[in-house]
């Protein structure tokens, strides 16, 4: 296997290759990991028992893979990577805001997802846990490095792999015995709800900037609708399974999040060591999404100012820098785990959600996924250096949000008056909507007949042929 030539660039079509089947390994197996586990244990730690815990988290997950698999449908339609797509909606250059923001978020998860794996492999081997991370790092360098295909590949074997095991695991975690009023639907709390379900949507759209990325190689013409539903089923059964377990192991095993891994493993007694090299593997699959998703992320932003081919030895230098980084701030951030987990989780919400909102309703409602692959590549194209519009309503709907904001570091009124209820995830969801939507139906329908002749459809972009 060969390391992958693409980076950013438009995959024509004689490189396509897959079926839409594909994707389902791949975003359920994104999803079988113990961070997925502590994120279902956050409803148990707001305070909610197990029967609203796992309603917010079906609820969550059910929504917020709407739109996470709503991205993964641009993959083969446009055949470019998910936040160069950006372009078409924040401009050339004004896509780098989205993308800088994104990039926190991809080196968030990667230390998050180690720190839990150090922790993991220090219940098996006496190694000091900043040797942990920087294995953890290098190996996935190795993963990301060769890129698409063999992500794909690791993927469909982790899928079975963990499949069989959490199968066995989920029949030992519902045997263990939980206090009682745990599965009764009593002490509803509102501002825990909202909080739990915002979770759980974040967390699918975690994987919105980078979704397509992992479907841009299959065909053109590849039904949406298969695209949809393969990723959608593919992350809501993945990341509702290790949710619910999450909470019940919070609830079942007391001081279980201290260790979660060890913890985790130790249920197969004899045969813990099987659970150990999942759970570790797991955290090593997803790190390479997130390594994969910021050399995407980089590349995007350093292209329209310095032109250059991405070859495999550019690719490993981008690779090698962002792997130090995101190692180093891993080494650097041990401490309080479950703490900036949680505001991270929220954190992350504040951004992600008006970003989708507009790249959603750019590429479905307004444009119907017609664009001109070779002008978002242009800085001098049609979709400009900076659109206005979108770069407003991005910054105006992150502040509208923060009266809404609850977090261990910053209550605000809204949500003060709201008994603790963090809305903010809707604010950020409709607000730039509604005013990305109006001002650029006005510029696309000025703009679209400049001289008698229509935008080119993607697929006749004479920059595909």
Known sequence: MKVEE???????????????????PIWFGANMNITTLVSGSLPIVLGLNLFWSVTAIILGSLIGAIFMASHSVQGPKLGIPQMIQSRAQFGVIGAIIPLFLVMFIYLGFFASNTLLAAQTIANIFPIN??????????????VALYGYDLIHKVQKWF??????????MTFIVFQLPVPA?????????????????????????SYAPYVADYSRYLPVHTPP?????????GTVIGAVWMMVLG???????????DNTGGNLAHLFGNFAILMFVLIVFGQLAINVFNLYGAFMSSVTTIEPFFKFRVTPKVR????????????????????????????????????LIPWT????????????????????????????????????????????????????????????????????????????????????????RKDMFPSGVDSVPVEHDEFLS
């Open 6 to 24: 693409r980076s950013i660039e438009y995959i024509p079509a004689n490189e396509r290759h897959g079926k839409a089947k594909d994707l389902f």
């Open 225 to 233: 609708a298969k695209t949809f539903w393969y990723s959608y089923t």
């Open 316 to 351: 490993m230098g981008f690779l090698l820098c962002i792997t130090i980084i995101a190692t180093t701030l891993c080494i650097v951030g041990q401490g309080n785990f479950l703490e900036f987990f949680m505001n991270f989780i929220f954190f992350m919400s504040y951004f």
């Open 159 to 168: 899928s079975a792999a963990s499949l069989f095991l959490f199968l066995i």
């Open 357 to 444: 909102s507009i790249n959603l309703v750019d590429y479905y409602i307004l444009r119907q996924g017609e664009y001109s692959v070779k002008d978002i590549f242009d800085v001098n194209g049609k979709y400009g250096k900076i659109n206005w519009i979108a770069t407003i309503a991005f910054v105006a709907s992150i502040v509208a949000e923060i009266p809404f904001i609850n977090t261990s570091f910053y209550v605000g009124p809204a949500a003060r008056a709201l008994h603790g209820a963090d809305l903010a995830w809707a604010m950020g969801l409709f607000l730039p909507a509604v005013l990305y939507y109006f001002p650029m139906k006005r510029r696309i």
């Open 247 to 257: 909470a019940v192991l919070t609830v079942a095993i007391p001081g279980f999040l």
């Open 129 to 142: 846990q900043s040797w942990n991370i920087m294995i953890i790092g290098a190996i996935c360098f190795v």
């Open 181 to 205: 009023g745990q599965w009764v639907p009593d002490d509803f709390a509102l501002s825990g709800f909202f909080l739990s379900v915002s979770i759980a949507v974040t967390w699918q759209l």
